[in-house]
């Protein structure tokens, strides 16, 4: 496993609620809240959905972690405001038209365009902030346990990669450290000069990697690998905080199904912005309540240790 | 009709597809740790290039190795260097069809392995620039069908006129790439292909 990654789920040594959720019930929150950013249109919903998500990952002390995914959410943002806002000449309120440019025509700024493109832009926050928790709750582990039980030959490529991140990485430094005691100098020439002198250092690692990766393949054949069929165990503890976060997705979708059928979570912004209702507002404000639930879990398990024991 | 969600389904169909087709195949140790061993090498090569948008040598090592050891081995190397790579560099709705674009790549250039005899570093490079494309564009349909309004022609162009740079800086690393350690890379994975190729054969008296 990476330096890094192993650092990251090491940060804090107490133990925390987030560790204990099962990989599965993280991915399930994952998923409906990404389908559900898709299917929906309407800027309340997704502003619903986006600070849902947003308390939730607030409660599980990963803010810095997701400022440097909103960091690039960002720069998508921009490419996404961009294309609607400039190239998309839909809607009926002009707010700018410039005189005419040769080979783009006059450029139409619709205030129209302008909310749909912050309206997709909430769409990617809510998007990459859901993949943010997911990331950071999730041990890479989890998720090969997850793939174990049916893909386990994916599963066994997946782990054995994750491992070799820091061998190889190993590897390359000391490759160099050899190279640099035999004279050759990395540093300060120029850029071509560095190529050429690194590419025996490439040539050595693809080496010793491939060497490793048959090194292995000998002690996996040693071990049994592929000999007959393969048994496994596993034993996932389902708590209570895992069926919670369950029965809460479960609401979600229920709720979710009965909006969309009511045509609540469609907003159209061409030509002209819809008029929206309070109906609106409570639909996103209930849909909200229910995936803030690990949040309410989480503060929970924080305050009362009665609560700890059981969750 | 929602065309983003339709978009994903696909497509993690087609990766669930070319999984299950791996998972059923007789495939033995040495093609395992070898395609973990790709997969590393391939996802840690993007970390030092990190900071250079699409300038990255990913591309190349995935479809080398799929010109090598064939289509199937280039797409799962493909697919799990985008999955393994964004446990360090950060998952986000773009794994999905990193994973896809990839591993395209590495299926790409298993058939053109097909067509030429030995290693032709002019076709590789051809190819090798046409998936620099094909991957910018792969990753473009998302980001059009999601969050772009209306879906026409025009809006299709534009959004991949906002991509041509980096796609074209892509490719251009991906030339690169090519033609340093294109040569290279061959002659070791091809003596490695024949190292793991060795087959035991029961003694019988």
């Known amino acids: ?311 | 009709m929602n065309w983003a969600i339709i978009a994903v389904v696909i497509t993690i169909l087609c990766i669930l597809l070319f999984f299950r087709r791996f998972e059923k195949a007789e495939v033995s140790a040495k093609e395992i740790a070898l395609i973990a061993t790709m997969t590393t090498f391939a996802g840690i090569s993007r970390i030092p290039f990190a900071v250079f948008p699409s300038f990255q040598p990913t591309t190349f090592l995935v479809m080398i190795t799929g010109y090598v050891f064939g289509a199937q081995t280039g797409f799962m190397v493909g697919a799990m260097s985008a999955l393994v790579s964004n446990f360090f560099l950060g998952h986000g709705p773009w794994t999905l069809w990193q994973m896809l674009g990839w591993g395209i790549c590495g299926v790409l250039a298993g058939f053109l392995a097909k067509q030429v005899q030995g290693f032709s570093r002019k076709r590789f490079a051809v190819l090798s620039a046409l998936c620099g494309y094909l991957f910018g564009w792969i990753q473009n349909i998302w980001h059009w069908l999601a969050f772009v309004y209306p879906l026409n022609m025009k809006t299709f162009w534009a959004t991949y006129l906002v991509s041509f740079p980096f796609d074209t800086l892509h490719v251009f690393s991906n030339i690169v790439f090519t033609m340093i350690f294109g040569e290279i890379f061959y002659a070791v994975l091809k003596r490695f292909q024949r190292k793991f190729s060795v087959e035991y054969l029961e003694c019988t008296e």
Request: glycine content about 8%.
């Open chain 1, 1 to 311: 496993m990476g330096i890094k990654t192993k650092e990251r789920h090491r940060q804090s040594e107490e133990e925390k609620m987030r560790h204990r959720l099962q990989p599965a019930t993280v991915l399930l929150y994952l998923t409906v809240v990404v389908f559900l950013s898709l299917f929906f249109t309407h800027p309340f919903y997704l502003l619903a959905l986006f600070l849902a998500v947003a308390i939730v990952i607030f409660s599980f002390d990963l803010i810095r972690e997701w400022s440097s995914y909103l960091k690039i959410g960002l720069c998508f943002l921009v490419v996404i405001m961009f294309v609607n806002v400039f190239l998309v000449r839909e809607g009926a309120t002009v707010l700018f038209l410039s005189p005419a440019i040769p080979g783009l025509g006059r450029i139409r700024i619709t205030f129209e365009a302008l909310c749909y493109g912050a309206g997709m832009g909430l769409r990617l926050l809510v998007i990459i902030s859901a993949f943010c928790l997911f990331m950071y709750v999730v041990h890479p582990d989890g998720i090969i346990r997850l793939l174990g039980g049916r893909s386990y030959k994916i599963a066994l490529a997946l782990g054995l990669s994750l491992r070799l991140f820091p061998l190889m990485r190993a590897d390359f430094l000391r490759i160099m450290q050899v190279q640099q005691c035999r004279g050759v100098n990395f540093h300060g020439q120029g850029w071509r000069e560095r190529t050429v002198k690194t590419i025996p250092v490439i040539k050595v690692l693809l080496l010793s990697s491939l060497e490793r990766a048959f090194q292995l393949a000998e002690s996996l054949q040693a071990r049994g690998y592929g000999l007959g069929k393969r048994t496994s165990f596993m034993r996932n503890r389902w708590r209570i905080g895992d069926k919670l976060i369950v029965v809460a997705i479960c609401l979600v979708l229920c709720l979710s199904m009965w909006l969309v059928m009511r045509g609540q979570t469609e907003f159209h912004y061409y030509p002209r912005l819809q008029s929206v209702g309070s109906g609106d507002f409570f639909g996103a404000v209930f849909l909200g309540i229910f995936l803030m639930i690990p949040a309410f879990l989480n503060w929970g398990w924080k305050k009362w240790p009665t609560l700890r024991s059981r969750i």
